[in-house]
């Protein structure tokens, strides 16, 4: 002993040193990819910025004080939550509901299971092109299907009228990412010990109560990850909502994202774009923070 | 179990080294010795159909075989899409060569901040004096200094008709006022056909479209001076008959950009339609049916004594100034008025783009095409229309030029106006003092 002992804090410092050099280059694409594009956002939002020439003069938190005291960010922020929830439970309601579904003993379970997956694959771009095409006012699908079975005498502006837009938009988006959640949650289903269903119908339990005392406890843990993901997610979807509409009618569905595009490059200012990035981020931060904090909790 | 080799007997290693040491001291070189080095030019524009897309090849093509070690690139972008994509185009100093068809205001943005490479060069390659005159007039925005050209002339507030239906309703003549527009359009409305395709969208269309109704009914956005006039008894006048319209328009106009309410036009879906001469090849290409039975005019305003005002977004060619391989663009930049390459494009859409030089429009060549001989009256039309036609960065030829015009369009301030009062039915003394503020907050950006 008396004779290792000496060397065991040299040993212990070259694993130490070891240690700083394999992660070494994990922190510098950690800092390249995430801190620097934060500190830079942050940095951007105190000046005002004409966006295509990067030129500009320091206004301190002129920006922050627009962001609080005008209506664009807090409009854009409501819009946003109402997208988030209403996408998000929708997405969860049909995801948990289909994989329920395809975890049964169905004969045409495997291509259902591929089938499914459909949406999450196809390119918003295309998938968003055949949604305008479905919801178009003079050969959209939709109102020449309600038409024809009588239930419309007039076709219905899809997307360029409230509700309809935020329904919409929110329909769409249920339909591209719900399999985001069957795919999770039918791996978490098919790990559930059998012997737990046995157990309860021996106690008597028929389906719901198997469903509500079995299935979801045991469910929980990836919903809980699967609802923070597609929260972040959501919180910040672009392209679906852009290429739907455009953000309008008005601003009824300009999320903050659009919101930050707009200012960013429809109006060219850099700076004040920035600033509600970062403003978007902190506000994403608190959800998240309170949510892990009541979920921790509870599992 | 045989160790792979790395030579063979025909090449020692010796030889393998001397070579590999040869291409190791050729790619040390300075590129700029190769005096031969291909060049590749990026070209965009927002106008791409496939006609257009052919005759841009034939340019390319031409160019290319003129200059050996010249490659053109074609990349798209759109009427709603270019301005982003160019703000992140300078800004990270990616920037194409050559960009056509944006309007010329986008033009005068760029200009102001420094953006642009003076065009007088090209010009002079082209030859001054085959522009028609005042052609250029608005892109002088400094005294002496060229920011881009005309590529072409357009009118893109041009009511289009349906001769066939206003017989049918028993209108002999094009409505000259809204009047006129809005017993027409209840006359032609029925039997799944709607009266208008006007926009509602919150898009830069529904934005310069509007501008133009203001016009209409003798209004203006900015003064001469370039102090914000929306708010006025003629602004108010316009929304309410856009008001009025909208009832004629299909439920989905609130949606509307220039690609829907072209083809609601077209489709025959809509007895009138608001567009550019591009309806010419798209009814010949997509409706034959209805190909005799369309005629154009300039938009009705809101009496006989207010003059048409025809919004002609000057179509531009300009070339940033870090555009790399500058020599070569500014030829290419000319060349796109070769005769040849130029008449193919402005046939690609006849009518849709007219010629800004006069030598072509006097070419057989040009002449020689049968949408523009079936549809003469109705070219000759939009070409006068256009010649007098004006934009939001130069309303009238008192207004001094508008360098935030492009901005005050991509703030959908405008199209955002129309939909609270059309759509919302909000206060219009509200809607119209934030519009205002919104836009002197543009001006004074």
């Known amino acids: 002993m008396s004779a290792t002992a000496p060397s065991s804090p040299l040993l212990e410092r070259r694993y130490a040193r070891l240690g700083v050099l394999l992660i070494a280059p994990t922190i510098m694409v950690f800092s390249l990819v995430i801190v620097y594009p934060l500190l830079a956002a942050i940095y951007l939002s105190l000046f005002s910025i004409y966006t295509p020439t990067l030129d500009g003069e320091f206004v301190g938190f002129a920006n922050y004080m627009e962001l609080l005291t005008g209506k664009a960010f807090w409009n854009s922020l409501y819009v946003t939550l109402v997208w988030t929830m209403g996408t998000l439970t929708l997405q969860i309601l049909a995801g948990v509901g289909m994989a329920l579904l395809l975890h049964q003993n169905l004969w045409f379970r495997s291509l259902a299971r591929s089938l499914v997956l459909f949406p999450y694959f196809l390119s918003t771009v295309v998938a968003i092109l055949v949604w305008r095409w479905l919801f178009n006012d003079l050969y959209g699908a939709m109102n020449h299907g309600l038409m024809q079975l009588g239930i419309l005498d007039m076709p219905i502006d899809w997307l360029g009228s409230m509700p309809n837009a935020m329904i919409g938009i929110i329909l769409v988006g249920t339909w591209k990412y719900f399999p985001f959640v069957v795919i999770a949650v039918l791996a978490r289903l098919q790990t559930i010990p059998e012997h737990l269903y046995e157990a309860a119908k021996i106690d008597g339990a028929g389906p719901v109560a198997r469903f509500w005392d079995v299935t979801l406890p045991q469910l929980r843990s990836v919903l809980v990850v699967i609802i923070l993901l597609r929260a972040i997610w959501d919180f910040k979807e672009f392209d679906l909502i852009f290429l739907l509409t455009g953000g309008g009618p008005v601003t009824s569905t300009q999320t903050l994202s659009l919101l930050v595009y707009q200012e960013a490059f429809g109006l060219n200012q850099m700076g004040q774009a920035a600033a509600y990035s970062v403003g978007m981020m902190l506000v994403m931060l608190a959800f998240m923070l309170i949510y892990i904090r009541k979920t921790a909790r509870e599992i | ?445």
Request: net charge negative.
């Open chain 2, 1 to 445: 179990m045989t160790k792979p080799t790395y030579t063979t007997p025909a090449m020692p290693r010796r030889t393998l080294l001397t070579g590999m040491a040869a291409a190791g001291a050729m790619a040390a070189m300075p590129r700029r010795l190769s005096a031969q080095e291909t060049v590749t030019l990026r070209w965009w524009s927002p106008q791409s159909s496939p006609e257009q897309m052919a005759a841009y090849k034939t340019q390319m093509a031409n160019f290319e075989a003129l200059h050996e070690n010249v490659k053109v690139v074609f990349e798209r972008t759109s009427d709603e899409g270019y301005s982003p994509q160019l703000a992140a185009a300078f800004a990270s100093g990616e920037v194409p060569n050559v960009v056509t068809h944006l309007p010329s205001f986008a033009v005068s943005n760029y200009w102001a901040n420094g953006l642009l490479e003076p065009f007088n060069e090209v010009i002079e390659m082209i030859g001054p004096e085959k522009f028609y005159s005042g052609a250029n007039d608005i892109y002088e925005i400094d005294q002496g200094q060229y920011a881009g050209t005309g590529i072409g002339n357009s009118a893109a507030n041009m009511i289009w008709l349906r001769t066939d239906l206003m017989e049918k309703a028993g209108i002999d003549a094009a409505p000259k006022t809204w009047d006129e527009l809005l017993s027409a359009v209840a006359k032609m409305q029925g039997g799944g056909i709607f009266g208008a395709p006007l926009p509602y969208g919150r898009n830069s269309m529904t934005s310069l479209v509007f501008i133009g109704v203001i016009h209409q009914a003798g209004g203006q956005v900015m003064t001469p001076d370039l102090q914000v006039g929306i708010d006025s008894p003629e602004t108010r006048d316009a929304l309410e008959f856009y008001k009025a319209m909208r009832e004629f328009c299909p439920p989905g106009a609130t949606n509307y950009s220039w690609g829907e309410s072209l083809t609601a036009f077209v489709s025959g879906a809509c007895a009138t339609g608001i567009y550019t001469g591009r309806v010419l090849i798209n009814v010949a290409n997509q409706n034959p049916g209805i190909a005799d039975s369309i005629t154009c005019d300039t938009y009705p305003t809101k009496s006989a004594d207010i003059a048409p005002w025809t919004f002609n977004d000057f179509p531009s060619v300009f070339i940033p100034k870090a555009a790399p391989n500058m020599e070569a663009t500014k030829q290419f930049a000319a060349f796109l008025f070769d005769p040849e390459g130029y008449i193919q494009q402005l046939h690609a859409a006849p009518g849709h783009v007219l010629p800004v030089l006069k030598t072509i429009s006097a070419m057989p060549a040009y002449q020689d095409n049968p949408i523009i001989e079936k549809y003469s009256a109705e070219v000759e039309k939009m070409s006068e229309a256009a010649a007098n036609g004006f934009n939001l960065g130069s309303e009238s030829n008192a207004h001094k030029p508008n360098v935030k015009a492009g901005e005050i369009v991509n703030s959908n301030a405008i199209s955002e106006m129309v939909q609270r009062i059309v759509l919302n039915d909000e206060n219009v003394d509200q809607v119209l003092g934030e519009t205002t503020a919104r836009i002197e907050e543009i001006m004074a950006s």
